[in-house]
């Protein structure tokens, strides 16, 4: 199924709707202030194994990357420091995944690797699913390396390629092409390890 959503002004029923499917264990793609990805409940094991199939990720070997809706749960889900808190504070909501030592209220497929992902994108869409679920929700971009850039950023194009191995596909307009930024924050200082679309503020 594809919907439409405007990121301004999310319909409500729509939310609602896709909310349902993922309450239910669905996989849905959306749109990110960055590129396209595909998530489900965060905490619905059987769903996240399924992702993690479909994209061929060892999650014992791989970075699970995990949205919040902001930093005020953070800690529910990954260990904070004061000092990463704030630098967290200041480049949030943005093009970042910053990795941080998982706490035990994730399920075991995160602790294997011991360390998640938190991403809070600026895109009220993907923001408001995760609001209204009430549990992270589990993102992986859709972009593959040798992909053609077409597949990736327009919804109607992914919605071809992926409507038989997901439930629904958000249209929020185009995607983009880079990925986020991602911070290591696992030893003494942040490091990045990718540089994406986001410029780090110290």
Same mark, same amino acid.
């Given at each position: 199924?594809?919907?439409?959503?405007?990121?301004?002004?999310?319909?409500?029923?729509?939310?609602? &709707?896709?909310?349902?499917?993922?309450?239910?264990?669905?996989?849905?793609?959306?749109?990110?202030?960055?590129?396209?990805?595909?998530?489900?409940?965060?905490?619905?094991? &059987?769903?996240?194994?399924?992702?993690?199939?479909?994209?061929?990720?060892?999650?014992?070997?791989?970075?699970?990357?995990?949205?919040?809706?902001?930093?005020?749960?953070?800690?529910?889900?990954?260990?904070?420091?004061?000092?990463?808190?704030?630098?967290?504070?200041?480049?949030?909501?943005?093009?970042?995944?910053?990795?941080?030592?998982?706490?035990?209220?994730?399920?075991?497929?995160?602790?294997?690797?011991?360390?998640?992902?938190?991403?809070?994108?600026?895109?009220?869409?993907?923001?408001?699913?995760?609001?209204?679920?009430?549990?992270?929700?589990?993102?992986?971009?859709?972009?593959?390396?040798d992909e053609v850039v077409e597949y990736t950023t327009d919804p109607e194009l992914i919605y071809e390629k992926y409507q038989d191995k997901v439930d629904i596909v958000i249209d929020g307009?185009?995607?983009?092409?880079?990925?986020?930024?991602?911070?290591?924050?696992?030893?003494?200082?942040?490091?990045?390890? &990718?540089?994406?679309?986001?410029?780090?503020?110290?």
């Open positions: 199924m594809l919907i439409k959503l405007y990121e301004q002004n999310p319909n409500q029923k729509e939310i609602d &709707r896709v909310v349902s499917v993922l309450q239910d264990g669905g996989l849905i793609i959306y749109p990110t202030d960055t590129v396209y990805a595909i998530g489900c409940d965060a905490l619905n094991v &059987r769903a996240v194994e399924e992702i993690c199939k479909m994209k061929d990720i060892n999650p014992a070997k791989s970075n699970l990357s995990i949205i919040c809706y902001d930093l005020s749960n953070i800690s529910e889900y990954a260990k904070v420091d004061n000092a990463i808190f704030k630098l967290m504070k200041k480049n949030l909501p943005g093009p970042f995944t910053f990795i941080l030592n998982t706490t035990s209220s994730l399920p075991k497929i995160y602790k294997n690797k011991k360390t998640v992902g938190i991403r809070i994108p600026d895109n009220n869409i993907i923001r408001e699913l995760v609001r209204n679920l009430g549990n992270p929700i589990l993102t992986t971009s859709v972009k593959d390396e307009g185009f995607g983009g092409i880079e990925g986020s930024t991602v911070v290591d924050c696992t030893s003494d200082e942040p490091e990045i390890i &990718r540089q994406g679309k986001g410029e780090l503020i110290l």
